[in-house]
């Protein structure tokens, strides 16, 4: 198997040997059978022990992590309940008291909320940079920094981080490098395959790609998922449930499929924003207008579904789009086949989830976002309809 579509159809999944089904069961139960040798804890746990306890492993969770594994050329998957879950895990695991993280400035609200304040109160240092300036990436590393944490396209301003440069300098200080790789997906972006040691994503986004089932991952390597697993998924437990992982595998069987669609009607509606009136910016990947355009050309082979806009106030249009809007639908979350949007107010960011220590940047987000930004997860409808929804709304 060496196509895309060909590895998202059939990685991780057979036909059933008891029955012959040709679509893959869902296994329910949380045990299973053991013999006499079983053993109790799971600092037993190898790669010769079967099925066990479902906060150990399932048949139906594993069928989900090979085919990411596949789909991403990584060693091994862990999946968890949802994307906190996963990237909470692989902090607690990489990360001890006395040793100093570098994060990206702008990034997932959860994780910014959380490495505000939880993980210091944990003793561990924590830097906010502006990823997408390598060189200031490379002045926050300390000899004890054990960890570099980006996200590319970052959420929700869509700057871009050169993962192949900046896991050459984490990698440089013996740091290792972990990437949310949510809004880029594996069709568009392979980042071990350019130095990273580590890869999230939020399954309940472009993955699951239908809305109806939270889901995280994390892949990377087989020794250190195998630890990742041992010491996050079976002790604290944020274990994904079977029936979200066979959702979530029957949304990733049209990935590449839906990226294409995604990343079509995204330049479409795109370029109908740049040319609107009142939209005074628009920040996508696919646009030669983006600051970094290059980058985005090199890095990703799918410019994915997700535009940033500003428009002049942003908060007036804010309540008329979510009250003329008949498509689109004025919520949070993203990578559903269904259009989404949400106005994010720079105001109340900068003042709850994002924390800035130098002026560059805060001069960073107010050249991307202004007074604030519309987020919109471009959907699998019609672009035609999706562009007259927008022009009904935005009058
Ligand atoms: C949604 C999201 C998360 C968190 O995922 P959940 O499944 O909601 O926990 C993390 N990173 C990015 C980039 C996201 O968009």
């Given at each position: 198997m060496t196509g895309d579509q060909t590895k998202a159809i059939h990685s991780g999944e057979h036909p059933d040997p008891a029955t012959g089904a040709s679509a893959p069961n869902i296994v329910m139960s949380t045990t299973f059978v053991a013999g006499?040798?079983?053993?109790?804890?799971?600092?037993?746990?190898?790669?010769?022990?079967?099925?066990?306890y479902t906060r150990w492993g399932n048949p139906t969770i594993h069928q989900l992590e090979e085919k990411l594994a596949a789909l991403e050329e990584a060693g091994a998957a862990v999946a968890f309940a949802s994307g906190m879950g996963a990237i909470s895990a692989l902090l607690l695991h990489l990360l001890r008291a006395g040793d100093h993280a570098v994060i990206s400035d702008v990034a997932y609200a959860a994780l910014s909320e959380m490495t505000n304040e939880m993980i210091p109160g944990l003793n561990i240092g924590i830097t906010k940079v502006n990823a997408s300036d390598v060189e200031a990436v490379k002045a926050a590393l300390r000899p004890n920094t054990a960890l570099v944490y980006i996200e590319t396209?970052?959420?929700?301003?869509?700057r871009l981080t050169d993962i192949a440069s900046v896991a050459e300098a984490a990698h440089s200080v013996g740091a290792k490098l972990a990437v949310d790789s949510t809004f880029a997906t594996p069709v568009a972006t392979r980042p071990l395959l350019l130095g990273a040691d580590f890869v999230i994503h939020s399954l309940t986004k472009y993955a699951s790609g239908h809305g109806d089932a939270l889901g995280g991952v994390v892949l990377g390597n087989k020794a250190d998922l195998a630890g990742l697993r041992k010491k996050?998924?079976?002790?604290?437990?944020g274990v994904i449930s079977p029936f979200n992982a066979w959702l979530i595998m029957r949304g990733l069987a049209t990935l590449p499929i839906r990226m294409r669609v995604h990343e079509d009607n995204a330049l479409k509606v795109a370029a109908y924003l740049e040319r609107?009136?009142?939209?005074?910016r628009v920040i996508y990947p696919g646009l030669p207008s983006h600051p970094q355009y290059e980058l985005a050309r090199r890095q990703m082979k799918n410019f994915s579904g997700m535009i940033a806009f500003q428009v002049e106030d942003g908060k007036e249009a804010a309540r008329r789009l979510a009250g003329r809007l008949?498509?689109?639908?004025?919520?949070v979350s993203l990578g559903h086949h269904r259009s989404l949007i949400f106005y994010l107010d720079s105001a109340e960011l900068l003042s709850t989830s994002f924390r800035f220590s130098t002026p560059e940047q805060l001069a960073s987000w107010n050249v991307y976002a202004g007074e604030g930004i519309f987020r919109l997860s471009v959907g699998l409808e019609d672009a035609e309809d999706l562009i007259a929804d927008l022009e009904r709304a935005l009058g």
């Open positions: 006499p040798e079983a053993t109790f804890s799971v600092e037993g746990l190898d790669d010769d022990t079967g099925w066990f396209p970052c959420n929700p301003l869509l996050t998924a079976i002790r604290l437990g609107h009136p009142k939209v005074k008949q498509i689109i639908h004025y919520a």
